[in-house]
């Protein structure tokens, strides 16, 4: 049975595995609203945000399965690939 810590270290494990899909999605929304003229079909950036969160965290789990462990930067730049064709689709629609 986990104790108390092992389910907070494992929480934080998995926290810290998605935090650059989250900082990706949380900024790119942004950051597309101030560079880009043309609006994303998506209007409110909440939606922007969940579905780059979800493509970013697909992307880092492929990673993870094909390289089979974290950090390699094949599977970040895999990461930013995903999250600007999403938004680059986005913005098309």
Partial sequence: ???????????????????PAI???LLLPLCAR????????ARTITSQVALHLIVGGVALLVGMLVFGRD??????LALVLAAASTQWWLSRR
Avoid: D
């Fill in 1 to 19: 049975m986990l104790s108390l810590m092992g389910i907070l270290a494992a929480v934080n494990h998995v926290i810290n595995f998605f935090v």
């Fill in 23 to 25: 900082w990706l999605a």
């Fill in 34 to 41: 101030l560079f880009l003229k043309k609006k994303a079909a």
């Fill in 71 to 76: 950090g390699k930067m094949l599977t970040y």
